[in-house]
């Protein structure tokens, strides 16, 4: 597919699952706005694109998803730059860290994962919709079946901090995000939550063997509930087939008809067990509306703003 005069935008460009996208969409002819916190890391990346694709149309931008500031002076420099976005790729993430804060107070994962791309999404909404057919693809994980969102404590400051059960909030936190950004986009965009599957990424740097051993538990456990086995341990996948999903969910024809879904190994989900299976909890429209509202109180944005 030649994606020549397209522009997309990749969050956490710098590594991993967001170089190797911004890498394939580059390899086919768009302009990549490559977007990470560590300029030199995201500098490195460029250049391992470059190398592997000569005449690669890519632009680098500073942006620390963890501080609303630096999302403001992100989206104000390519609104400044760019003439549009076809596609916006909210990839970046931190996962199973220790209990902290982001530069405006919200819990770590929840204010990175969760609210950093959320208040990006909404900025960058005038670039998107000079696009002829715009979509927005959120990174979520399997890892949402740990927990749906705490509406009530979104930051911990009743609960007693788990690194993974706000792991699996935020995660559930991106799918019900690309779910309410289709519902009120009114069919002027479309939205995905995509799982990419289990990949050896600097996502887990944050792992100690307790918390390696406390995902299994959970893994074991969840495999249990649902009637089948765990299958000793999780199946790990290439960073290359991991970006494939995204990548196919922010250029594919086919993937438009699955607006708002969640999204593994290029396809469509249902809920149940497995890969291709969610908990039923992100698909409550209900939960959704309201994780938007407050989305919007917090960051002090709204969609109809933009």
């Known amino acids: 597919m030649d994606l020549s005069g397209k522009v997309f935008a990749v969050t956490g460009s710098s590594s991993g699952l967001g170089e190797e996208s911004a890498r394939g969409l580059a390899s086919r002819g768009a302009h990549v706005a490559m977007a990470a916190r560590d300029a030199g890391s995201n500098a490195e990346a460029a250049q391992r694109i470059r190398a592997a694709v000569p005449g690669a149309d890519l632009s680098l931008h500073q942006l620390d998803l963890a501080d609303l500031s630096s999302v403001a002076r992100f989206a104000e420099q390519v609104v400044g730059v760019l003439d549009h976005v076809d596609v916006l790729i909210n990839n970046a993430g931190v996962m199973a860290c220790p209990e902290g804060r982001t530069a405006d107070g919200f819990e770590t994962q929840f204010g990175t994962n969760h609210l950093g791309h959320f208040a990006l999404t909404v900025r960058l909404m005038p670039l998107l919709r000079r696009a002829q057919n715009p979509r927005v693809v959120t990174l979520s994980s399997g890892g949402h079946r740990i927990s749906d969102v705490d509406l009530d404590d979104p930051n911990f400051d009743t609960t007693p901090y788990d690194a993974w059960v706000a792991y699996g909030r935020s995660k559930s936190a991106n799918a019900h995000f690309a779910a309410e950004l289709a519902r009120r986009s009114g069919g002027s965009m479309v939205s995905f939550s995509v799982h990419p ?3 050896v990424t600097r996502l887990g740097r944050h792992l100690t063997p307790e918390l390696t051993e406390a995902l299994m538990a959970r893994a074991r456990a969840s495999a249990s509930r649902q009637g089948g086995s765990s299958g000793g341990g999780m199946r ?21 008809a699955h607006n708002g879904g969640y999204l593994a190994d290029c396809g469509p989900t249902a809920p149940g067990p497995g890969e291709q299976g969610y908990e039923p909890w992100i698909a409550d429209a209900s939960t959704a509306g309201r994780l938007w509202e407050l989305s919007e109180r917090l960051v002090g944005l709204a969609l109809a703003d933009s």
Do not use: L, Y
């Open 197 to 199: 599957g289990a990949i």
């Open 236 to 256: 790990f996948k290439s960073v290359e087939a991991g970006a494939a999903t995204q990548v196919w969910a922010a250029i594919s024809p086919d993937a438009a």
